[in-house]
C-alpha cells in the first residue's frame, strides 16, 4: 500500500484566501493522520498574474498558522517539460487530437450557446478529422477526446458517488497554440509525478476530477483518491470571495487572532469529531478524518472566531501569550520598550480579562505604555471638586507607602470612602482618570501597582486638563 501523500496547491495570483487555509489544513492533517507526507505546490503558471510577492505570502501564512509541508516548495512552472511530453503522448497514443478552430469560430459557439441558454461545449469538430485537412495559417491547440458515451462515477471520500453523463464534458484543451499546458493538464501530471494518493480540494473542483480522471485512466496511471470539501460562505450564505473582508489570514493577524484559535477555529469549520470544540494541535491530528467533514456549505462568523480567540487567551500560558503579544506589537504596532514590557507581562492576569484579541490587551494596557496621559475629554469632565479632594487625600496618603500593596491600599480607599461619605466609585473613578485617563479600564488596585510607586505619584501630582 502507498504511503499516503497530500498537497495543497495555491496559485500566486493573490493572497493566500481562507478557504484555502482551510483545504490546506485538511490536507495537512489527514496526511499526519495518517503518517503520510504533505506537500505544497505553487501553481505559478500563469506567467501575467504569478507575484513572487503571493508566493511568499502563502508561505508566510501556512507557517504563521502553523502548517508546515514536507521537502522544498514544488514550483509548478518548472515542470512545463514534463506536461508538454505527457500531452505529445496523448496525442501519439489517440486519446487527444490537434484542433485548429479559430478563436473567432470558438467565439461564435459560445455566442450560439448564449442565445440556446445551455452551457458552452466544444462541438469536437476536429476530433476525427485528418491532418490533411489542416489549415496551414493556424496554429493548432491540442484537445482531450473525452469520453462521449456512458456516465462516469467519482467515489468521493466525502460526498459519496457523483455520477456524470460524459458527453457533458467537453473535449478540454490541454496544451494551447502556444504550447503552454493548461490546468488540468499541468495538475494531473503534477500529482501523479509526486506520487499523490489523496487529493482533498473545494467541491468547485468536481468538475476538473472527472477531467483529470480520464487523463489518468488514459494514461494507465494508478488514480488517487478523491475528497472535495465544501466551499465557505459569507453570513449571507454567499460564496466567501478574495474581494471579502476578513478573507486572508493577514486581515486576522492584524486585529490580534491567536494562530491557535484561528487553526481550531477552521478546523471546526464543516468538521466535527463527537461534540468536542477545543482541539490541542496534537488532538487535532490524532483525531482528524474525512468521515468528519459535512455535505454542505460552511459560513465565516466573525463572532466564533473571536469567541473562540478570547477562549485561547483566557487559558494560554502566560509566557506563550506575551511572547504572542510582543510578536504582534512589533508587526502592527510601536515595540514596547523593555522596562514596559515588564510591566504589560506582570500585568497580563488583569489585562487579558474581556479581551477577545491581542489588539485589544494592547489597548487595555496604554495607560502603562504611554509616558504621558491621554486625558477622554468627556471623562475629565466629571473630576469635579470633590474627585480633587479625593485625589489629593489618597496622594497625601500613597507617598507614606514603602511598598504599595492591596492589603496596605484597601484600607486607605475605605478610609476616603468614610471620610468624603461617599462610596468604592466616587474613591475609585477619579484616581482611575487621573492614573490612565479614562473611566474605563481595569480595577483601581490592579492599576496603581501596575504602574508602581513612582510613576503613581508623578500621574497624581500631574494636573488634570
Not at 491621554?374 to 479625593?390: E, G, M
Amino acid at each position: 500500500m502507498k504511503k499516503v501523500a497530500t498537497r495543497f496547491a495555491p496559485s500566486p495570483t493573490g493572497p493566500l484566501h481562507i478557504g484555502g487555509v482551510r483545504t490546506a489544513l485538511f490536507n495537512w492533517l489527514y496526511s499526519k493522520n495518517q503518517n503520510g507526507k504533505f506537500y505544497l505546490r505553487v501553481e505559478d503558471t500563469d506567467k501575467e498574474r504569478s507575484k513572487d510577492e503571493y508566493k511568499n505570502q502563502i508561505i508566510k501564512s501556512l507557517k504563521w498558522i502553523g502548517i508546515n509541508y514536507d521537502g522544498d516548495e514544488y514550483i509548478q512552472s518548472k515542470k512545463i517539460d514534463d506536461h508538454v511530453k505527457i500531452a505529445n503522448e496523448l496525442l501519439k497514443n489517440g486519446h487527444a487530437y490537434k484542433c485548429y478552430c479559430s478563436s473567432e469560430e470558438i467565439e461564435e459557439q459560445k455566442k450560439r450557446a448564449r442565445q440556446k441558454k445551455i452551457p458552452y461545449i466544444y462541438d469536437r469538430k476536429w476530433r476525427d478529422k485528418k491532418e490533411a485537412d489542416a489549415p496551414k495559417d493556424i496554429k493548432p491547440v491540442i484537445r482531450f477526446k473525452s469520453k462521449i458515451d456512458g456516465t462516469s462515477i467519482l467515489k468521493d471520500l466525502v460526498q459519496g458517488d457523483v455520477e456524470i453523463e460524459n458527453n457533458t464534458i467537453e473535449d478540454f484543451i490541454i496544451l494551447r497554440n502556444d504550447e503552454t499546458p493548461t490546468y488540468n493538464l499541468s495538475a494531473s501530471v503534477d500529482d501523479h509525478k509526486m506520487n499523490i494518493t489523496h487529493i482533498i480540494r473545494g467541491d468547485d473542483h468536481k468538475i476538473n476530477t472527472f477531467k483529470q480522471i480520464q487523463i489518468y485512466q488514459a494514461m494507465k496511471w494508478d488514480l488517487p483518491s478523491f475528497a472535495h470539501i465544501p466551499l465557505i460562505h459569507t453570513r449571507e450564505g454567499k460564496k466567501l470571495s478574495k474581494r471579502d473582508k476578513s478573507s486572508t489570514l493577514d486581515d486576522y493577524s492584524k486585529i490580534g487572532i491567536i494562530p491557535d484559535a484561528l487553526r481550531n477555529y477552521l478546523l471546526r469549520l464543516g468538521w466535527s469529531y463527537k461534540d468536542k470544540e477545543i482541539f490541542t494541535l496534537e488532538e487535532s491530528i490524532k483525531f482528524f478524518n474525512l468521515d468528519g467533514i459535512g455535505k454542505s456549505p460552511s459560513k465565516l462568523d466573525m463572532s466564533r472566531i473571536l469567541s473562540m480567540n478570547e477562549h485561547y487567551i483566557k487559558n494560554f500560558n502566560e509566557d506563550d501569550l506575551f511572547k504572542q503579544l510582543t510578536e504582534y506589537c512589533k508587526l502592527y504596532k510601536n515595540e514596547i520598550n523593555s522596562y514596559k514590557r515588564d510591566k504589560i507581562k506582570k500585568s497580563l492576569t488583569f489585562l487579558k480579562n474581556k479581551a477577545k484579541t491581542l489588539e485589544d490587551i494592547f489597548n487595555n494596557g496604554q495607560y502603562i505604555i504611554r509616558d504621558v496621559v491621554n486625558f477622554n475629554k468627556d471623562d475629565v469632565k466629571l473630576i469635579d471638586d470633590n474627585a480633587r479632594k479625593v485625589i489629593s487625600d489618597f496622594n497625601s496618603q500613597f507617598k507614606k507607602i514603602d511598598l504599595p500593596s492591596r492589603e496596605i491600599l484597601e484600607p486607605i480607599v475605605n478610609g476616603l470612602i468614610k471620610s468624603h461619605n461617599t462610596n468604592f466609585k466616587g474613591v475609585g473613578q477619579p484616581l482611575r482618570i487621573a492614573l490612565t485617563g479614562s473611566k474605563f479600564g481595569p480595577g483601581i488596585y490592579d492599576i496603581i501597582l501596575s504602574l508602581g510607586k513612582e510613576e503613581v505619584q508623578k500621574r497624581l501630582s500631574t494636573k488634570i486638563a
